[in-house]
C-alpha cells in the first residue's frame, strides 16, 4: 500500500495546527508513508521542494501564506508543479472545495476526515502520481 | 415445325420398303420393277434432293450476310424454307438489333422535337428490322388512345383505330402498363382490330406501353406478317426503344415545360420592367419635387431674420418652380390688412374693405386660387396684379399654421400654364413655408426659451455621473448663479434628523455652525422655508449675525428664495442674492421656478444616493463579518474535531497500543459523538446557506432504492443498537428522479435518525416508497411516540424543539427537519407529517419524477469524500 515501486512513499503535510500534523504523522507513518511535516506555507514550499515528496496534504486556512496561494506556488514550479496535492480543509462550502480545486489541487477532503477515507485518497493519488 | 419433312420421309420409306417387300415375297414383272425405281428417283429428287439443295442455297446466302430470301426459293424449299427463313430473319434482326439501338440512342438523346424520334423510331423499326408495319399510339386529350404516327399500314387502319384504355390489347397493353405479344393473330381473333389484321395480313404483333414517370402514355406496335415473329431478343430490343421513346418524351415535355416557364419568366420580367419604369420615373419626379422643397426649406431655415427668410425663398422657388413673379401676402393682425412681400412689396390689402377681392376671399375661406387668364378677372384687386405687376396667371395659396397667416402667391409660370401638379407640389411647400414664417416669428421668444432651456440642460447634465451630494451642490451654485445673473447664493438642505437647515454653499459656510437653522425657529428664513413658494425680497433682518453680516459686507441689496420641494416635502431652501435693489424680475422669477423642482430632483437624487451607498456598504460589511463568521466558526470547531475523531481512530484500532474492552466501548462513544458533532456543525453550515440563499442543488439521474439502501446502511448501527425491526417496502421499477444524491441522502438520514430516536427499544421502522402520479412518495413510519397535532406543522421550522419531556433525553438543533424540508422543497417536492401521540409518526414527502428546472453547483462533497480531478 505505501509501498510504491519498492520505495516508501513520502507525504508532506502543510498545517498550521500542530495536534493535526501529530496526527497525520502517527496515522500516516503508521500506515508505512514516510511523512514529513510543515507549519505554515512558506516552509511547506521549501520542505517540498527539498523532499520531493509523493503527495502534499495541504490546509486551506493558514496565517501568512494560505493554502491556495501555497498551491498556486507549487504549480508554478516546474520541480513541484507535478507533485498530487490534496487539500485538507475544515472549510466545506461548494465555493470554497471550487476555489481549492481551481486552484490545481489533485483532491478536496473535508476536516474532519473519516481516516480511511484518507488513506484510500492518498493511495489512489500516489498511484496516479507514481 | 419438322412434321411436314418427317411424314413426306417416312411415306417416302415405307413405300420404299412395301415395294422391296412385295418384290421379294411375289414375282414382279422386270418392267414393273425398274419403274418403280424410276418412280423413287423422281420422288427422291422432288422431295429430298431439290429441298436439299435449295435449302443449302439459303443456308449459304445467309452465312454471307444476305437474308432476302426470293419467294420462288422459299416456295420450292417448301415449309422448311418457310422456318429457316424465320430464323433467318430473327438472325438478321438481332444482329440489326445493336445497330439499331446504338442509332436509335443516339437519335434520341439529340432530338428535342417528339414527331422526329416517334419518325426516326418508326423508320428504324420499319426499314431497317425490315418489318412490314410499326404504329406508335398516344394517348390524346380526349382520353382515346390514337395512332400518331406509323409505317406500313394503310390510311384506313391509321383512322380507324380509336380505343379507350383497357379496350382491346392496345388498350390493354395500356391499362396495364405491360408488353403484349401475339403470337397468332388468327387465333385471338381481337374483335376490334381483328378486319383490319386480317385486311393488313398481320400475323403476328406486339404492343409496348410507352411509359414516362410510372404512368402508360402510349402504346409501340410493332407487327410481323410471321406468325410467332416475337421472340424474346426481338422483343427486348423493342422494349428497350420503347424506353428510349418514353426518355424522349420525357425530355420533350421538360423541355416545354422549361421553355413554357422562360416564357412566363421572360413575361413577366417584361411586365416588371416596365413597371419598375413606370415606378422609377414617378420616384425620379418625386425625388426632383423633394429635393426642391428641400432646397426651399434649406434655404430658409438658416435665417431668423423674416425679410431675409421671405428673400430667399422667394430666390429659391422662383428657380425651382420657374415662375417669374413670387411674393407673400402677409397679415397683419394690428391693421388688419394683407401686406405685400416680395415681388408684391407695396400692394396692401384691406380685409375690411367691402370691395370684392379674390385674395381677400381666399385668405379668409382658406381656399386656393388658380387662373391661368388673369384678364378675365373682373376683381379690382387682379385686376392690380395684372396691370401694376404684369401677372397674367397666378397660383394663391393661403399659408396656416395654426391660424390662417397670410397668402403664398406666384404668377406667370415661364414654361406652359399652371396645372394641378404644380399646385400640389405648391401646396406643399406653402404649408412648410407657413412654418418657417410662424417660427421666425416666434423666433425671438423662442431665442428666450432656448436659454432657459439650456440652462435646465445643464442642470440635468450635472446628474448623469455619480452623484456627490457636495459635487453636485457646486455645480447646481455655479449653473443657477450664472441662469439668474444673480451675484452670490446660498444653499441650506435639512439635514437627515429634519432639525436643522443645513448651509451647503458657499463652501467656506458649508456645515458650519453659524449659519445652521433650526427648522422650528421663527426666524424669516424658516417662514419663506416653510412656505414653500419662490419669492423675492430686499435687504432684510435676519435673526443670524453671520448672515447680517454677510449681507452688509457684500453690499447684498435684494434676495430670491427658492425653496426646494420633492414630493410636496421641503428639503432645502436655496438664496440667491444681487447687489441691484428689485434685481430679480418675473422673467428671473420663472425660470427660478422652472429650476426649482428640477433642482430638488436631483438633490434628493443624491442625499439618496449617498444615503444608500452608506447603508449598502454597511449591509455589505455585515454580510462579509457573517460569511466570515460563519466560515471561521466551522473552521474553528472543526480543527479540533478532526484531532479528535483522528487520534480516537488511531487508538480504536490499536494502532498506539492494545486497549481493554471497556475502554475500546468508551472510546466507541466519543467517536460517534464527535460524528454527532460535525454533524451539527454542518447542519449550522446549512442553515447559514439557505439563510444567505446560497443552498443550491446538484441534480442528477439516480435511483432513490439507491439513495435509501445507502442512507440505511449508515444508520445501520444506531438500528441495531436499539433492536429495532426494520423493513423496506419499494416498488420494484421505480422510475429515476432528478435530484441532488448526496442532499437526499441527508434526508433520508435524517428522517431515518429521528426515527430511530423517537423510538423505544425493539420498536418498528418501516420505509415505503411508491409512485403516486407525477411524484415519488416516501414514507417513513415509526411506531414510537408521536407527536401532537398542533406541532404537524411547526416541527418543519428551525430551532423548534418537540416541546415534551421525552424529547429532551435524545437533543439536537431543531435544525435536521428545516433542512429536510428546504431540501425536498428545493427538489420541487413537499413533506408533511402524520402521527397520533402514543402510536407513532410518519413522515412523508413527494419528489416530482422529472424535474425540469435543472439547477447547478459545484461538486459537495462529504467529510472524507474527495472529488477526484481528472489528471493525464
Known amino acids: 500500500m505505501a509501498k510504491n515501486g519498492g520505495t516508501v512513499s513520502k507525504i508532506l503535510a502543510i498545517d498550521d495546527d ?83 480545486l481551481m486552484a490545481g489541487s489533485d483532491g478536496y477532503i473535508v476536516k474532519p476526515f473519516e481516516p480511511d477515507n484518507l488513506l484510500k485518497s492518498i493511495e489512489k493519488l500516489v498511484e496516479i502520481g507514481g | 415445325m419438322k412434321k411436314g419433312f418427317n411424314f413426306r420421309l417416312i411415306f417416302f420409306i415405307t413405300v420404299v420398303a412395301v415395294f422391296l417387300i412385295f418384290a421379294k415375297f411375289t414375282a414382279v414383272n422386270p418392267i414393273i420393277y425398274y419403274l418403280f425405281f424410276v418412280v423413287i428417283i423422281i420422288f427422291g429428287y422432288m422431295f429430298i434432293f431439290r429441298p436439299v439443295v435449295f435449302i443449302e442455297k439459303m443456308v449459304s446466302s445467309a452465312v454471307n450476310g444476305d437474308y432476302s ?26 444482329q440489326e438489333s445493336l445497330n439499331i439501338l446504338f442509332a436509335a440512342s443516339k437519335t434520341i438523346t439529340s432530338r428535342i422535337e417528339i414527331d422526329d424520334v416517334v419518325n426516326m423510331l418508326l423508320d428504324l423499326v420499319h426499314q431497317k428490322m425490315m418489318l412490314p408495319s410499326t404504329s406508335i399510339v398516344f394517348l390524346d386529350d380526349d382520353g382515346l388512345l390514337r395512332i400518331k404516327a406509323s409505317r406500313g399500314l394503310t390510311d384506313d387502319f391509321v383512322r380507324n383505330i380509336h380505343l379507350r384504355p383497357g379496350e382491346g390489347f392496345v388498350g390493354r397493353a395500356f391499362s396495364s402498363k405491360e408488353t403484349i405479344i401475339i403470337n397468332d393473330a388468327t387465333k385471338e381473333k381481337n374483335p376490334e382490330t381483328f378486319k383490319i389484321e386480317e385486311k393488313e395480313g398481320i400475323m403476328s404483333y406486339v404492343h409496348i406501353p410507352i411509359i414516362v414517370n410510372d404512368k402508360a402514355i402510349g402504346v409501340f406496335n410493332v407487327n410481323s406478317r410471321t406468325k410467332r415473329f416475337f421472340d ?84 429659391k422657388i422662383k428657380f425651382v418652380t420657374s415662375v417669374s413673379i413670387a411674393g407673400f401676402m402677409i397679415y397683419d393682425e394690428q391693421n388688419d390688412t394683407l401686406v405685400g412681400v416680395g415681388d408684391f412689396k407695396g400692394f396692401e390689402l384691406a380685409l375690411s374693405d367691402e370691395t370684392p377681392s379674390i385674395l381677400a376671399k381666399s385668405f379668409k375661406n382658406v381656399s386656393t386660387f388658380i387662373s391661368n387668364e388673369l384678364f378675365m378677372e373682373s376683381s379690382p384687386d387682379i385686376q392690380r396684379l395684372y396691370k401694376d405687376y404684369g401677372a397674367t396667371s397666378m397660383i394663391a395659396l393661403p399659408l396656416v399654421e395654426k391660424k390662417p397667416i397670410g397668402l403664398f402667391v406666384l404668377g406667370n409660370k415661364v414654361t406652359g400654364k399652371f396645372s394641378h401638379d404644380d399646385l400640389r407640389f ?52 455655479d449653473k443657477t448663479i450664472r441662469a439668474l445673473e444673480s451675484d452670490y447664493a446660498i444653499f441650506w438642505l435639512v ?318 438543533t431543531g435544525l435536521g427537519l428545516f433542512i429536510v424540508r428546504t431540501i425536498v422543497e428545493l427538489h420541487g417536492g413537499n413533506i408533511w407529517l402524520d402521527s397520533t401521540p402514543g402510536s407513532g409518526s410518519t413522515f412523508s414527502f413527494l419528489l416530482p419524477k422529472i424535474k425540469k428546472k435543472r439547477l447547478s453547483t459545484g461538486d459537495i462533497p462529504q467529510a472524507g469524500q474527495a472529488p477526484f480531478t481528472e489528471k493525464n
Do not use: W
Not at chain 2, 69 to 94: C, H, P, T, Y
Not at chain 2, 238 to 253: C, F, Q, R
Not at chain 2, 288 to 294: D, G, H, R, V, W
Not at chain 2, 458 to 477: G, R, W
Open chain 2, 495 to 812: 439635514d437627515d434628523e429634519g432639525e436643522n437647515l443645513t448651509p451647503l454653499f458657499p463652501p467656506e459656510y458649508a456645515g458650519k455652525d453659524i449659519m445652521k437653522i433650526p427648522v422650528k425657529s421663527e426666524a424669516l428664513i424658516t417662514k419663506i422655508f416653510a412656505a414653500g413658494k419662490v419669492q423675492t425680497a430686499n435687504a432684510l433682518e435676519f435673526q443670524n449675525e453671520a448672515y447680517n453680516k454677510l449681507q452688509e459686507t457684500s453690499g447684498i441689496k435684494s434676495h430670491l428664495f427658492v425653496p426646494l420641494k420633492v414630493e410636496g416635502k421641503n428639503i432645502g431652501l436655496f438664496c440667491f442674492c444681487s447687489k441691484s435693489q428689485n434685481f430679480f424680475n418675473d422673467d428671473k422669477i420663472r425660470l427660478a421656478e422652472l429650476m426649482a423642482g428640477q433642482t430638488a430632483a436631483i438633490v434628493e437624487n443624491a442625499r439618496i444616493h449617498n444615503h444608500l451607498k452608506k447603508v449598502n456598504a454597511e449591509l455589505e460589511r455585515l454580510n462579509s463579518v457573517k460569511n466570515d463568521f460563519v466560515s471561521m466558526v466551522s473552521h474553528e470547531l472543526r480543527t479540533p474535531l478532526t484531532a479528535i475523531k483522528g487520534f480516537v481512530h488511531v487508538v480504536l484500532n490499536e494502532e498506539a497500543g492494545k486497549i481493554n474492552e471497556q475502554q475500546k466501548k468508551f472510546l466507541s462513544i466519543v467517536d460517534q459523538s464527535s460524528n454527532h458533532l460535525n454533524h451539527l456543525i454542518g447542519d449550522l453550515l446549512d442553515l447559514s446557506k439557505i439563510e444567505s440563499g446560497l443552498i443550491t442543488l446538484k441534480p442528477e439521474q439516480l435511483d432513490l432504492a439507491d439513495v435509501i439502501r445507502k442512507s440505511v446502511e449508515t444508520n445501520i448501527n444506531q438500528i441495531k443498537n436499539k433492536d429495532i425491526e426494520f423493513q423496506m417496502e419499494i416498488d420494484k421499477e421505480l422510475p429515476k428522479i432528478n435530484g441532488d444524491h448526496s442532499r437526499l441522502m441527508q434526508v433520508y438520514n435524517n428522517l431515518i435518525a429521528n426515527a430511530v430516536k423517537f423510538t423505544d427499544l425493539g420498536g418498528q421502522i418501516t420505509i415505503t416508497v411508491k409512485e403516486k402520479g407525477d411524484f415519488i412518495c416516501s414514507s417513513i413510519t415509526d411506531n414510537g411516540i408521536g407527536i401532537s397535532k398542533e406541532e404537524h406543522k411547526k416541527i418543519f421550522d428551525k430551532f423548534y424543539q418537540v416541546d415534551s419531556t421525552h424529547t429532551r433525553i435524545v437533543g439536537g
Open chain 2, 232 to 315: 424474346t431478343n426481338l422483343v427486348k430490343t423493342l422494349i428497350t426503344l420503347a424506353d428510349y421513346l418514353a426518355v424522349a418524351v420525357g425530355n420533350s415535355k421538360m423541355y416545354q415545360e422549361m421553355q413554357e416557364f422562360n416564357r412566363r419568366l421572360e413575361l413577366e420580367v417584361e411586365s416588371t420592367t416596365e413597371e419598375l419604369t413606370n415606378t422609377n420615373l414617378r420616384l425620379i419626379s418625386k425625388v426632383k419635387e423633394m429635393k426642391a422643397l428641400n432646397d426651399i426649406i434649406f434655404s430658409a431655415t438658416g435665417k431668423f431674420n423674416i425679410d431675409e427668410m421671405f428673400a430667399t425663398v422667394i430666390d
Open chain 2, 426 to 477: 405648391l401646396s406643399v411647400v406653402a404649408s412648410q413655408i407657413a412654418g418657417l414664417i410662424d417660427r421666425a416669428k416666434i423666433y425671438e421668444q423662442l431665442a428666450q426659451r432656448v436659454n432657459d432651456l439650456l440652462t435646465l440642460r445643464d442642470i440635468s447634465n450635472t446628474i448623469k455621473t455619480e452623484p456627490q451630494l457636495d459635487e453636485i451642490i457646486e455645480v447646481l451654485a
Open chain 2, 69 to 94: 430470301i426470293k419467294k420462288d426459293i422459299l416456295g420450292k424449299a417448301g415449309r422448311l424454307g418457310e422456318e429457316l427463313n424465320l430464323l433467318f430473319n430473327r438472325q438478321m434482326v438481332s
Open chain 1, 18 to 100: 500542530n495536534t493535526t500534523l501529530q496526527l497525520l504523522d502517527f496515522f500516516l507513518t503508521k500506515h508505512k508513508y514516510e511523512v514529513t511535516v510543515a507549519s505554515n506555507g512558506v516552509d511547506g514550499i521549501k520542505k517540498a521542494q527539498e523532499i520531493m515528496p509523493d503527495l502534499i496534504l495541504l490546509d486551506v486556512m493558514m496565517p501568512n501564506m494560505d493554502g491556495i496561494d501555497v498551491c498556486k506556488k507549487l504549480r508554478a514550479d516546474e520541480k513541484t508543479a507535478k507533485i498530487p496535492i490534496l487539500f485538507l480543509s475544515a472549510l466545506s462550502q461548494d465555493v470554497e472545495v471550487m476555489r481549492g
